[in-house]
């Protein structure tokens, strides 16, 4: 299956960067061969990005590791080239229809024309580096507060930190997780929160086990008084070998829960963590998100969070029934730009980034502490972790 899908972003970002430089390229003074040759390398260098993620053994991985940054930024190159030149298209294009009603002669280098070019060219290019900088930029501690009703106040000040999307590959290896683990240790949460997506590539060959191993090792070194405990994310079922990266995940500190919720005591209160498998379970078949299962019968307690890999199903997290206060999401990657974020949304029930009010229930969704390699295409936006400190709502 990872095969497939590599196989089509690796396609559709070649012809995304074959259209969008084509278009930009074409009034330029140089011959048809020039062309050619300038727009199929831009678009082999985007496509070559998802073969990079891929490969470990025709290179070796510190090549791959120093390689992906050079063809994620043709990646960024591919997507804002084609949605400027497409926009500027559709605008020509209705400027040329206008004008022929008018009566007015349409020229293929007028002012134009030129400009609007330009345009393309100048902002393609500085959006795709920012934007390759800031989806590769290191995350940093977002401090936040949620007050709940009815806090008592020895759990006045409890802080979590939540990592999320963390996406360890080639891409990503241990020096970005291991960046991740600083950060949060230097915050002091009372509790760490992984919600899903842990890491990406292949497991199927030894190498490729130990390298992931190395990679999510870090994880090893986080520090919470009251434990750190994670959920699966549809990326832990893209490949067969799930079990074999749960198997990594727990081995460096991290209690999986899967559909299954755990009572803390602090300072004579009760903290209810409670984590669900990702939706993508039910859907290869290697288990349930069984949130009903996971909420039902628990015990009394003082402050109750769920994770829960993606945001969609929150809407029934907030029956008052189950009685939770907070909901930790992350999958959308919010702080993509263009048809990228438009899908995030529709796909999530319109949660892509940020604090939502479902009811009793706070909803928080993270655009995440890294990304899927997939889009490598953020503006404006960093990456993060979330350090969420308690309060008693007034």
């Known amino acids: 299956m990872h095969v497939t899908v590599y196989l089509?972003?690796?396609?559709?970002?070649?012809?995304?960067?074959?259209?969008?430089?084509?278009?930009?390229?074409?009034?330029?003074?140089?011959g048809t061969t020039s062309k050619l040759a300038v727009t199929a390398f831009f678009a082999l260098a985007g496509a070559s990005h998802f073969a990079f993620l891929d490969m470990t053994d025709l290179f070796e991985r510190a090549f791959i590791v120093d390689t992906l940054p050079v063809t994620g930024l043709f990646v960024s190159f591919a997507y804002w080239f084609f949605?400027?030149?497409?926009?500027?298209?559709?605008?020509?294009?209705?400027?040329?229809?206008?004008?022929?009603?008018?009566?007015?002669?349409?020229?293929?280098?007028?002012?134009?024309?030129?400009?609007?070019?330009?345009?393309?060219?100048?902002?393609?290019?500085?959006?795709?580096?920012?934007?390759?900088?800031?989806?590769?930029?290191?995350?940093?501690?977002?401090?936040?507060?949620?007050?709940?009703?009815?806090?008592?106040?020895?759990?006045?000040?409890f802080k979590v930190a939540q990592i999320t999307d963390l996406h360890a590959s080639n891409?990503?290896?241990?020096?970005?997780?291991?960046?991740?683990v600083k950060a949060v240790n230097e915050a002091r949460p009372d509790l760490v929160l992984i919600t899903g997506d842990f890491s990406d590539g292949p497991?199927?060959?030894?190498?490729?086990?130990?390298?992931?191993?190395?990679?999510?090792a870090p994880l090893s070194g986080l520090k919470a008084a009251y434990g750190i405990f994670g959920v699966t994310g549809n990326h832990e079922y893209i490949r067969p070998e799930r079990e074999k990266l749960l198997e990594i995940i727990r081995r460096h500190g991290v209690v999986i829960l899967e559909n299954e919720a755990v009572s803390i005591a602090v300072k004579g209160r009760r903290v209810t963590v409670a984590g669900v498998d990702d939706l993508a379970a039910e859907r290869t078949g290697a288990g349930r998100h069984d949130l009903a299962g996971t909420l039902s019968n628990l015990a009394d307690d003082d402050l109750r969070i769920l994770m829960d890999h993606q945001p969609r199903t929150a809407p029934e997290a907030a029956n008052p029934a189950?009685?939770?206060?907070?909901?930790?999401?992350?999958?959308?990657?919010?702080?993509?730009?263009?048809?990228?974020?438009?899908?995030?949304s529709l796909a999530n029930n319109g949660f892509v980034k940020g604090f939502y009010e479902l009811g009793g229930m706070k909803l928080y969704v993270s655009q995440g502490a890294g990304f899927w390699a997939g889009f490598p295409v953020r503006s404006g936006t960093f990456n993060e972790i979330p350090l969420i400190t308690f309060t008693r709502a007034n």
């Open 171 to 180: 891409l990503f290896p241990a020096a970005r997780t291991e960046a991740v």
């Open 8 to 30: 089509i972003c690796a396609l559709v970002t070649a012809l995304m960067a074959a259209y969008g430089i084509w278009r930009t390229i074409r009034i330029a003074h140089l």
């Open 83 to 157: 949605l400027l030149a497409l926009a500027r298209d559709v605008i020509g294009g209705v400027r040329g229809l206008v004008r022929r009603k008018m009566g007015l002669p349409v020229e293929k280098r007028d002012l134009f024309t030129i400009v609007s070019t330009c345009f393309v060219a100048v902002f393609g290019i500085f959006f795709g580096i920012t934007s390759t900088w800031n989806a590769l930029s290191e995350p940093t501690v977002e401090p936040m507060t949620v007050a709940v009703r009815n806090l008592p106040p020895e759990l006045e000040g």
């Open 322 to 344: 189950w009685k939770v206060d907070l909901q930790l999401s992350g999958h959308t990657h919010g702080g993509h730009t263009g048809p990228v974020a438009i899908l995030a």
């Open 203 to 216: 497991l199927d060959r030894e190498a490729a086990v130990l390298q992931r191993d190395a990679d999510l």
